[in-house]
């Protein structure tokens, strides 16, 4: 399983817009085929910051998933609310404790 956790950071003025787009387009995330789970964050320190925390069951699915034109909506809208530029990384789960 690969883990994809993706930082934003937003302009202040931009969230409520986020958050709105996010809730509309979250189920087609998540029910895109390979993805196993979708969660967004926000900074406890810093509320202009957002995470997205997903599940793939392979590098394959993620990548076909960037490729697509739901991908290619959702992050030509929501690229051009941040207020720097964001940061991705593509790990594997070693332990998980519940």
């Known amino acids: 399983m690969l883990v994809r956790i993706v930082k ?8 409520p817009s ?13 029910d895109f085929p390979g993805c196993k ?4 964050y926000r900074g406890e320190d810093d509320p202009n910051i957002f995470f997205t925390y997903s599940y793939w069951n392979t ?3 993620l ?5 697509s034109e739901l991908f290619k909506s959702v992050w030509a809208e ?3 609310k941040f207020s720097a530029k964001p ?4 790990v594997n789960k ?4 519940k």
């Open 8 to 15: 934003m950071h937003f302009c202040e003025s931009e969230i």
């Open 87 to 90: 940061e991705a990384w593509s």
């Open 18 to 30: 986020f958050l709105k787009s996010f809730n509309t387009v979250k189920e087609k995330i998540r």
């Open 78 to 80: 929501t690229k051009v």
């Open 63 to 67: 990548e076909n998933y960037r490729h």
């Open 94 to 97: 070693i332990v998980s404790l």
């Open 59 to 61: 590098a394959q699915d």
């Open 37 to 40: 789970f979708l969660e967004l």
